[in-house]
């Protein structure tokens, strides 16, 4: 099975498991762009503006931080659930170079990314399922985390003065969150998706993020418990996510069962 293949899988999840095939389209930018400080400003300031003027928030009730974290967290969720969808679903490891990989502006939604053709591909063999499951962790976080979403993290951390236990809480949390929409799509491969993202998380820089918790033990979906706060609720009205620390007890545990029973 090659690369393509692997990812048409993982895209019939939904456009947030989606790269296209790239093109030599003008409007696409290279990786590379989003290590640069002024185009993560620019993206920033354009993602704040459409917020303020979704909801009719004063400009000062929204600072740049809170969005700069939010728009992390989506753009880690564009990089992470198409691999992650990729090997849960179709068994093989999509491992793309940065400089095979390409982005373009959107008003709203998914970040659209664009990939080569010629990808590397993954497909840990080994002879017990918990090796196996060792091996796609450990390349999902050498080449995806690390190759990938590492020195973009690092990028808004300097450009944004973020703390990176709140950015790579965000990566958790994107991880974690693919792997429970991977779990509501295709719940025969819920069980295969929530081990490796159990697996991913038990290594740095990712150990220590959050834990992943299976609450129904008939039901193989696992849910996430930061150890940190993307930072949203400091927007008027925005509240915490289901899986931020501050979040009640009482209300995760609802949230969970309303989640499993879709």
């Given at each position: 099975?090659?690369?393509?293949?692997?990812?048409?899988?993982?895209?019939?999840?939904?456009?947030?498991?989606?790269?296209?095939?790239?093109?030599?389209?003008?409007?696409?930018?290279?990786?590379?762009?989003?290590?640069?400080?002024?185009?993560?400003?620019?993206?920033?300031?354009?993602?704040?503006?459409?917020?303020?003027?979704?909801?009719g928030l004063p400009e000062d009730d929204v600072p740049e931080r809170v969005i700069a974290s939010?728009?992390?967290?989506?753009?880690?969720?564009?990089?992470?659930?198409?691999?992650?969808?990729?090997?849960?679903?179709?068994?093989?490891?999509?491992?793309?170079?940065?400089?095979?990989?390409?982005?373009?502006?959107?008003?709203?939604?998914?970040?659209?990314?664009?990939?080569?053709?010629?990808?590397?591909?993954?497909?840990?063999?080994?002879?017990?399922?918990?090796?196996?499951?060792?091996?796609?962790?450990?390349?999902?976080?050498?080449?995806?985390?690390?190759?990938?979403?590492?020195?973009?993290?690092?990028?808004?951390?300097?450009?944004?003065?973020?703390?990176?236990?709140?950015?790579?809480?965000?990566?958790?949390?994107?991880?974690?969150?693919?792997?429970?929409?991977?779990?509501?799509?295709?719940?025969?491969?819920?069980?295969?998706?929530?081990?490796?993202?159990?697996?991913?998380?038990?290594?740095?820089?990712?150990?220590?993020?959050?834990?992943?918790?299976?609450?129904?033990?008939?039901?193989?979906?696992?849910?996430l418990v930061r150890h940190n706060c993307c930072l949203y609720y400091r927007i008027p009205g925005?509240?915490?996510?289901?899986?931020?620390?501050?979040?009640?007890?009482?209300?995760?545990?609802?949230?969970?069962?309303?989640?499993?029973?879709?």
């Amino acid at each position: 099975m090659t690369s393509a293949e692997a990812l048409r899988a993982a895209a019939a999840v939904g456009p947030y498991f989606t790269w296209e095939p790239w093109s030599a389209d003008p409007d696409w930018r290279p990786l590379a762009a989003l290590t640069d400080g002024d185009v993560l400003a620019e993206r920033v300031a354009a993602a704040r503006t459409a917020l303020i003027g979704m909801f009719g928030l004063p400009e000062d009730d929204v600072p740049e931080r809170v969005i700069a974290s939010v728009t992390f967290l989506g753009l880690a969720s564009r990089l992470l659930s198409p691999p992650l969808g990729a090997v849960a679903l179709a068994g093989r490891l999509p491992v793309p170079r940065p400089d095979q990989l390409w982005w373009r502006p959107a008003p709203g939604g998914p970040w659209p990314i664009a990939y080569a053709a010629d990808l590397a591909i993954a497909a840990p063999a080994a002879a017990d399922r918990a090796a196996a499951d060792g091996a796609a962790a450990g390349d999902f976080v050498t080449g995806l985390v690390d190759g990938l979403v590492a020195p973009v993290l690092r990028a808004f951390r300097d450009r944004f003065v973020l703390s990176p236990q709140v950015l790579w809480g965000n990566v958790a949390s994107a991880l974690a969150g693919a792997a429970g929409l991977l779990a509501g799509q295709r719940p025969d491969r819920a069980e295969a998706a929530g081990r490796l993202v159990e697996r991913i998380l038990e290594i740095p820089p990712l150990a220590g993020t959050g834990t992943l918790v299976r609450p129904d033990p008939a039901n193989a979906r696992r849910f996430l418990v930061r150890h940190n706060c993307c930072l949203y609720y400091r927007i008027p009205g925005g509240g915490t996510c289901g899986d931020c620390v501050l979040t009640p007890a009482q209300d995760r545990v609802r949230a969970w069962q309303s989640a499993a029973e879709r």
